[in-house]
C-alpha cells in the first residue's frame, strides 16, 4: 500500500487550520528546508530542472511501458511523472528525448535504471518516480553532459 508522505510540520495556532497549499510559498519552503532529510549521504550531482518526454520500459516477464515527463535530470538519475506506480527496486530501461539533433532525428537517451522511490504526489497529477542510472558509458556521460550544459 503507497501512502503519500506528509511533513512533519509544527505550525503556530494561527496557522493549524490552514492547508498546506495555502500557506505562502516562501514559508512551506522554508519549512521544508528545516525538516531533517532521510538521505544518508550528500547528492554526488547536481540535478537540473528539465521537462522532457520520458517513456520506461519495466524489465519484467510482462514488460509494462510507462509515459511521463521529466521533473529534473543529473547524471546521477532522472525524476519524472507517471499514471503508474513501481515498486522499489524494479528495473526499467528509460528513453529521454533530449532534442533535435542538426540531421533533423531526435537525441534519444537510453539508460537502463533502478527505481529508487516512487511516491504518490498530487501536485503533480501521478506517481513521481526517481531512477537511478546504472553503469552509464562514456558516450553515454557526454551525451547526457552535452544536454545539461545547454
Not at 509494462?64 to 525524476?79: A, E, N, P
Not at 499514471?83 to 526499467?92: A, E, F, I, M, Q
Amino acid at each position: 500500500m503507497l501512502v503519500e508522505e506528509k511533513p512533519d510540520i509544527t505550525v503556530s495556532k494561527a496557522t493549524q487550520n490552514n492547508s498546506a497549499a495555502q500557506l505562502a510559498p516562501r514559508a512551506l519552503e522554508a519549512a521544508q528546508r528545516d525538516m531533517p532529510s532521510r538521505r544518508m549521504e550528500p547528492r554526488a550531482t547536481t540535478r537540473y530542472a528539465k521537462m522532457l518526454k520520458a517513456v520506461c520500459v519495466t524489465e519484467e516477464a510482462s514488460p509494462r511501458k510507462l509515459y511521463g515527463k521529466t521533473i529534473d535530470i543529473s547524471l546521477g538519475g532522472v525524476s519524472f511523472v507517471s499514471g503508474t506506480h513501481l515498486s522499489y527496486p524494479t528495473w526499467v530501461r528509460v528513453y529521454l528525448k533530449l532534442g533535435i539533433l542538426s540531421d533533423g532525428n531526435w537525441n534519444i537517451f537510453e539508460s537502463r535504471c533502478r527505481v529508487v522511490c516512487s511516491v504518490l504526489c498530487s501536485q503533480q497529477g501521478g506517481f513521481r518516480l526517481s531512477l537511478e542510472f546504472q553503469s552509464l558509458t562514456d558516450a553515454q556521460r557526454n551525451q547526457l553532459k552535452k544536454f545539461l550544459e545547454r
